[in-house]
């Protein structure tokens, strides 16, 4: 067994008193049910915790996220594959910069509700992750070349160290700005950002105050004006502005030498600054407070045509050099260590470790594959990485009461075991009302997994069934083309018959439609309504056609064929002759049928139906005695007709 | 899709509604009410979409619906309705009929009223899965195939329809002060009139063919004997409920169940629906109804009845254009409201100029300039 990376945490149960007693557990989809116990048959513990692991996705701020990357994620999966992937590299920087716009969405979200420490946690983490996000999108997504990284990483820390500009607008905003205590740390967190506009602004204000020192103010703002910027927009190549830039910075060398800013130490630091002094640098580390903008800042100032494979060089050292050497490293620093050294599947694998939850992971890897960034290396278990975490993520989600829609989504872009996990999965959402097991069946059908299908309509026919709504129990089976539950439901119906002598819901049976093809015992049921209502409506010789049809054509089931006879009688009876002579004759062969069969008549089958009274109690007698009267009835019958040819 | 943002709610949306405005003022609505499905704490919320005298266009943002109040509510909301100005009725899939009372000054909702075991089986309860109002009777079908009508204000019901349906009722709409109209899991509309006693409809209403379960119905706005409906299949179907037991018009609208069909109430020239497959479609019938085209153009339906012809010299304007319902030749525009690729759109609401819909993405969407 592999090492553990990290420690486990530990969660206590309340209540539970390990000196006593044991812990007994079982594990859930997302959760695990504790329960303590001594080992005994009796004297438990009443109890059964539910730990959960994930708590996030309960929060409902965090929600939104879910539902807003769930859009975003369809849609990018559903970009076309035939394009060129360099054409298509601004379409993922926009979904890049989509994802990280949700995240900031949901932060000030967070930030807005107060002051629960919880709450607080979550929003720091989630700083965290659009850091992270950024910085990859920047290094991998984007790919910026040498030239262009310096500035975008720039704008990367820009967008991270907003506290910057709220300190800027209280200076600003005091009387006497050039006075303010803040004054000094604006301009040179400017300068170390690289605003050289906003600190040249700034400094024009010290520089009214102190008329005496004016050429020295000048010199400086000339230096900050005149620092080259790289430009990928323009012709220039990088070379040239390497040599722009150095030039540049021979100037300010000189300035250096020729101890120019000498009288006031502010302005020196900054020139220091300008040429990459690290011991100044360092210096102002309260004002960098981190390691990765120390990196971004010695990188403008000393090495702003960095190439990307150097990148890991400098984020090394720069962490040594800022961190205390006793302190101990944050899973953050590794993980943007990782991705300055380019190692993906570092950065996936810490932060994995690091948060609690398969968001993250699962929608940066999700994109970073559609990049073709990540060598397609198979796990132990078949399936690639983009494919696992997106399955942990969304088995995740399926625990949740109501996101497990969005779950689906993610099933469906899972090539190997999306369908494995969506047919196990889906048969475990609970189904409360008929609307939401119609939405189930729906994604079923969608995806054609009849089996499932089948097995939903069946719980929810049955539930019918059980609160005796017959009609809700036949539509299911209907939709299930399930024909073994619609025989079922039509044997209830049947029974119901015989036991009242009525048919119940008659809406349903009158209006079956082709649906009475499902199977066989239904269609005899609304065959066999259908003859009721012709006898009802006076039309003898359809009803008579349709009884014998029922028996001859098999479709009655055998223990029904005593009745049907039975409700030959009184068509027999009629004064006019309503059975054709053939016709007589099949009675006559269904009947010895019947006897040969030895199936057993129901004797008290009510009559009353029919408006037919016997002139003698039926049920009172006994079975060959029965079968003796009719024959005689159906012969008697057939005379008359040959008698009257 | 311009004037149509994403609010995103963190429940489930299963209805929307606005709330109504006089009649009297031109104003256009600017609150609504929305109930959650499938959470484990589901609630009713009260939203205002703010002030509507800025008409500019640059207001899109602040168009972004606020949360005035919101009142838990037991079990999924599977129908809403505003009774009045202050109070809501919902249906709830625990079987209970809640009336609830949205206090203007202090923005807190509260329970006015509730019938609890409302829709029931002989064990347990059923679901009670539409309400319809006509203040102050409330009208509610569910799952156990019940019709119950209550009166606002009154503890005990006032009337009960035993075992109107063998199958699960979807929903209820009035066609006159007396008269109901209900669609069920297999496929019938069927008319009550409560002035007979007994529980059997006056009239029944199918599709031959396939018993495609229907799940919702609207009655045209003027002409109370045109009815619209939708359901599994995602057909539209028009019907005229004077004659025959067909529908008049099928059409083909959407690719899976159709949850909500909606007549504009004013403009009822324009109807809206909304499905399971995620879109929200606005069908629109030409308005040059004074020209005498309605023959020779009938081609693309699937059924028609003749009665559906005009009368010779009768008033045309008066000819229900959806009786024709074209929508090969133009007579018939349909148009996508939504943004592709969502999640099921559960319920919509349009009145004058103002659509408002909620999806399963755990959105609303609010459009405040419908083209109609």
């Given at each position: 067994m592999e090492e553990v990376d990290v420690e486990p945490t530990t969660t206590p149960i309340p209540g539970f008193d390990s000196n006593q007693k044991h812990l007994g557990f079982v594990w859930g989809p997302g959760d695990i049910l504790v329960y303590e116990t001594i080992y005994k048959a009796s004297g438990g513990c009443p109890f059964v915790h539910e730990v959960r692991?994930?708590?996030?996705?309960?929060?409902p701020i965090l929600r939104k996220l879910f539902n807003e990357s769930h859009h975003i994620f369809v849609g990018l999966q559903r970009i076309r594959e035939d394009l060129p992937s360099k054409n298509k590299k601004p379409q993922f920087v926009s979904i890049s910069k989509n994802y990280r716009s949700v995240i900031r969405a949901c932060m000030e979200e967070l930030q807005q509700v107060a002051g629960i420490v919880y709450v607080y946690h979550v929003s720091s983490c989630i700083i965290t992750l659009e850091l992270i996000w950024n910085l990859c999108e920047v290094l991998f997504i984007d790919a910026a070349p040498a030239g262009s990284l310096v500035l975008h990483l720039l704008d990367w820390v820009r967008l991270h160290k907003a506290d910057v500009d709220e300190k800027a607008r209280e200076v600003l905003a005091s009387e006497s700005p050039a006075e303010h205590q803040a004054y000094w740390d604006v301009v040179i967190s400017y300068v170390l950002q690289g605003r050289m506009d906003e600190a040249r602004q700034v400094l024009v204000k010290q520089a009214a105050l102190q008329p005496a020192a004016r050429v020295m103010f000048k010199l400086l703002d000339n230096l900050l004006m005149k620092m080259p910027i790289f430009n990928p927009g323009e012709t220039q190549t990088l070379t040239e502005f390497d040599v722009k830039w150095r030039h540049w910075r021979e100037e300010v060398d000189h300035c250096l030498q020729d101890q120019s800013f000498a009288s006031n130490r502010h302005l020196e630091d900054i020139c220091k600054i300008l040429v990459g002094d690290e011991d100044v640098l360092l210096e102002y580390k309260e004002l960098l407070s981190t390691w990765y903008h120390f990196l971004v800042t010695r990188l403008l100032f000393s090495h702003p045509t960095v190439k990307p494979t150097e990148l890991h060089y400098y984020a090394q050292s720069s962490m040594h050099m800022f961190l205390d050497t006793r302190s101990v490293p944050e899973p953050l620093d590794s993980i943007l260590l990782a991705a300055f050294e380019f190692d993906i599947h570092q950065v996936i694998k810490d932060c994995s470790i690091a948060l609690n939850n398969w968001w993250f992971v699962g929608h940066l890897t999700d994109l970073l594959d559609h990049c073709k960034l990540l060598q397609s290396h198979n796990l132990h278990f078949g399936s690639n990485l983009r494919e696992f975490l997106l399955l942990e993520y969304a088995s995740g989600l399926f625990t949740h009461h109501s996101l497990w829609q969005l779950a689906v989504d993610y099933f469906d872009h899972c090539p190997e075991f999306g369908r494995v996990y969506l047919e196990l999965q889906i048969e475990r959402v609970p189904l409360d009302t008929e609307r939401k097991a119609l939405k189930v069946i729906r994604i079923c059908e969608q995806r054609q997994m009849t089996e499932q299908v089948r097995s939903i309509c069946k719980i929810m026919a049955k539930k019918a069934l059980r609160n005796n709504r017959l009609g809700s129990a036949l539509s299911w089976s209907i939709r299930a083309k399930d024909a073994a539950f619609a025989t079922l439901i039509s044997e209830r119906f049947l029974q119901d018959y015989c036991a009242k002598g009525t048919f119940s819901d008659l809406d349903l049976i009158d209006n079956l439609g082709p649906a009475m093809l499902l199977s066989d015992r239904l269609t005899f049921l609304g065959k066999y309504r259908e003859f009721h209502r012709l006898y009802g409506e006076k039309r003898f010789s359809d009803a008579a056609k349709l009884l014998l049809s029922l028996m001859t054509a098999k479709i009655a089931p055998h223990s029904f064929w005593m009745t049907l006879l039975t409700d030959a009688l009184p068509l027999l009876e009629q004064k006019e002759v309503i059975f054709s002579a053939d016709q007589t004759h099949e009675l006559m062969f269904c009947l010895e049928e019947l006897t040969s069969g030895k199936s057993v008549p129901t004797p008290d089958r009510p009559m009353q139906v029919l408006g037919y009274t016997p002139p003698y109690p039926l049920s009172n007698v006994c079975f060959p005695f029965n079968l003796l009267i009719h024959c005689f009835i159906i012969c008697s019958n057939l005379y008359s007709c040959l008698a009257r040819g | 899709m311009d004037g149509i943002n994403a609010k995103y709610v963190s429940k489930k949306i299963s209805k929307t509604r606005w709330r109504p405005v006089s009649s009297s003022s031109l104003q256009q609505p600017d609150i609504f009410a929305t109930g959650s499905w499938d959470n484990e704490d589901n609630s009713i919320s009260i939203w205002s979409i703010g002030e509507n005298g800025v008409s500019s266009m640059d207001d899109e943002f602040e168009g972004d619906p606020q949360l005035l109040c919101e009142y838990k509510h037991n079990g999924d909301v599977l129908d809403l309705q505003f009774l009045d100005q202050d109070r809501i009725v919902t249906a709830s899939s625990t079987g209970a009929v809640t009336i609830f009372r949205h206090h203007h000054n202090s923005q807190t909702l509260s329970v006015s009223q509730l019938w609890e075991r409302a829709h029931h089986y002989p064990c347990n309860n059923a679901p009670c899965t539409g309400v319809v109002c006509n203040s102050p009777e409330i009208v509610t079908v569910g799952e156990d195939g019940r019709i119950m009508l209550f009166r606002a204000d009154q503890e005990g019901v006032l009337r009960t329809i035993e075992m109107a349906d063998s199958s699960a009722i979807h929903a209820v709409t009035f066609l006159r002060t007396t008269e109901i109209l209900t669609v069920n899991s297999i496929g019938q509309l069927k008319l009550w009139d409560f002035r007979q006693p007994g529980n059997e409809p006056s009239q029944i209403l199918s599709l031959t063919g396939d018993r495609v379960p229907l799940h919702c119905v609207d009655r045209h706005p003027n002409q109370q004997h045109i009815v619209a409906t939708g359901g599994q299949d995602g057909m539209l179907c028009i019907w005229d409920v004077r004659q025959g037991n067909m529908p008049i018009s099928l059409m083909e609208a959407h690719t899976s169940e159709m949850w909500e069909v909606h007549f504009h109430p004013s403009n009822p020239g324009h109807l809206f629906s909304c499905s399971e497959d995620g879109s929200l479609l606005h069908w629109e019938t030409s308005s040059n109804t004074d020209t005498p085209s309605l023959q020779g153009n009938r081609i693309k339906l699937l059924i028609i009845s003749r009665s559906a012809i005009a009368p010779a010299g009768g008033n045309q304007s008066l000819i229900n254009a959806w009786l024709t319902g074209d929508s090969s030749k133009g007579h018939l525009e349909t148009t996508h409201m939504l943004p592709s690729q969502m999640l099921s759109v559960n319920s919509l609401d349009v009145l004058g100029q103002c659509l408002v819909c909620g999806t399963d993405g755990e959105a609303i969407y609010v459009n405040r300039y419908v083209p109609i």
């Open positions: 692991k994930d708590e996030d996705i309960y929060s | -």
